[in-house]
Each structure stands twice: as C-alpha cells, then as structure tokens.
C-alpha cells in the first residue's frame, strides 16, 4: 500500500516472485470509469472505491490459504479496514517515502493513466497505518531488492 508512484507493482513482484505466490495489480481491478476519472486529472471519491476495493477482496478471497500479493493504495484507514474484514491472514507492507522521491518517480512514469498532477490529492488522502494496524513499513529509498529483502524478513517473523 501507498501512494502513487511509491513503487508498489515493483516491490509487490518482486516479492511474489520470492515467495513463489501469484501477484495482481490493483489498477487491473478498477473500472473504466475510474480509468477515465484519474486519466482526466480528477480524484476518484469513496464511492468510486467501494467495487474497486471489492475486487481487491473478492481476488484475496480466491487465493484462499495458499495467498498472493497484490497492491492496492488503501490510503485510508477505511479502505485498509474493508480489505482486511474477514481476512485475518493479509499482512499491510507500507511503502513510503520522501514525497519529493515519489513525486520524481511518478512524474516519469510514460503510459499510465494515473497523472503526476493527482500526486497532492494522493497525500491529502494518505492516512498512514497506526500501530494497531500492524503494517511493515519500509522506506523506498533503496533498490528495489533491499526492500523486498526487508519486506521478506519481517514477513518470516
């Protein structure tokens, strides 16, 4: 989870890669309309969210035991907690980073529909996992293999 640009679908295969599981990219799971919403520059609401978010579950669900990773922004606490109801197994990995970084990173994307100029919409929005959440939080100020190393060693805990 995190923010645009932060470098989820990277770290997100990279680690299914290592735990030999399946991986889906949340941005498979949105509509056409939401599509064309962030293509136009223009912030999806939470009611944009909601199938969106059920997709997402609807795929963990399908893993079932043997698991998967799949990204997924959950930039708020409600999101997180719609995706995490009824699915005691699914650990939240936090990917962030100096906005500065990120906001780099997303700039220079080519063929994404997610625009750089949506990039203060997704802060505004952020709401960092509490502890009680017990999400991994990793800097991604590293090459992509330090992180999904560190990601792996709090995973094996």
């Given at each position: 989870m995190g923010?645009?640009?932060v470098g989820k679908s990277t770290i997100g295969q990279g680690l299914a890669a290592?735990?030999?599981a399946p991986f889906a990219d949340a941005d498979a799971?949105?509509?056409?309309?939401?599509?064309?919403?962030?293509?136009?520059?223009?912030?999806?609401?939470?009611?944009?969210?909601?199938?969106?978010l059920d997709a997402i579950g609807t795929w963990l669900d399908a893993r079932g035991e043997a698991?998967?990773?799949?990204?997924c922004s959950a930039l708020k606490r409600?999101?997180?907690?719609?995706?995490?109801?009824?699915r005691p197994g699914?650990?939240?990995?936090?990917?962030?980073?100096?906005?500065?970084?990120?906001?780099?990173?997303?700039?220079?994307?080519?063929?994404h529909f997610m625009?750089?100029?949506l990039m203060a919409s997704q802060y505004a929005t952020l709401e960092p996992p509490g502890a009680d959440e017990a999400a991994i939080a990793l800097e991604v100020d590293?090459?992509?293999?330090a992180i999904v190393a560190a990601a792996l060693k709090h995973l094996t805990r």
């Open positions: 923010v645009s640009g290592a735990l030999g799971f949105h509509p056409p309309a939401n599509v064309a919403k962030m293509s136009a520059g223009t912030p999806l609401t939470d009611d944009d969210r909601w199938p969106w698991g998967g990773v799949v990204t409600v999101y997180r907690d719609r995706l995490l109801a009824g699914v650990r939240l990995l936090y990917l962030h980073g100096d906005p500065a970084l990120v906001m780099a990173r997303q700039a220079a994307r080519v063929n625009p750089a100029s590293d090459e992509p293999a």
